[in-house]
Structure formats: structure tokens, C-alpha cells
């Protein structure tokens, strides 16, 4: 499955993919076949860029257009 965000977040962060794939440990190459859909993506990677770049998992994955996370202030 590909996930276009996934590009388009390192885009966004002026990030090349060797710079994301180090973040998550992996090489380039594997990591462009993340971006290409050619490679499932492990959870833990999902959530490891969903911290990295603050957005959720569902962002990234298409299931919500909110970029954003919103976090409940506890008191």
C-alpha cells in the first residue's frame, strides 16, 4: 500500500530519504520502497514517524486529513 503522505511529510521537513531512513534505522533503499508502496511499512516505524515528524499514524496512513495532533492538557 503506498502511503503518499509519507513523502510528502519529508518534503514538507526539506528531509532527504536517507535522513528519515536513518531515523528509522534502515537504509535508503528500503526506506524508498516504503514511499513507492512497495514494502509494507512495520508499525513500529509508523509510529516512530508518527513522533518524529508530531502528526498520528492515521495522518499518515490517509485515514484523517487533521495534520495536526491535538493533545488533552491533564490536570
Given amino acids: 500500500m503506498k502511503f503518499k503522505r509519507l513523502k510528502d511529510l519529508r518534503e514538507?521537513?526539506?528531509?532527504?530519504?536517507?535522513?528519515?531512513?536513518?531515523?528509522?534505522g534502515i537504509s535508503q533503499?528500503?526506506?524508498?520502497?516504503?514511499?513507492?508502496g512497495n514494502r509494507?511499512?512495520?508499525?513500529s516505524?509508523?509510529?516512530?514517524l508518527a513522533k518524529y515528524y508530531?502528526?498520528?499514524?492515521?495522518y499518515i496512513v490517509g485515514l484523517s486529513d487533521n495534520k495536526n495532533i491535538n493533545k488533552k492538557k491533564t490536570s
Avoid at 514538507?12 to 528509522?24: E, G, S
Avoid at 533503499?29 to 513507492?36: C, D, G, I
Avoid at 509494507?40 to 508499525?43: A, D, R
Avoid at 516505524?45 to 516512530?48: D, G, K, M, P, S
Fill in 40 to 43: 509494507t511499512i512495520p508499525i
Fill in 29 to 36: 533503499q528500503y526506506y524508498s520502497e516504503y514511499e513507492k
Fill in 12 to 24: 514538507d521537513n526539506d528531509l532527504f530519504q536517507k535522513q528519515v531512513a536513518q531515523v528509522l
Fill in 54 to 58: 508530531g502528526t498520528s499514524i492515521d
Fill in 45 to 48: 516505524h509508523l509510529i516512530t
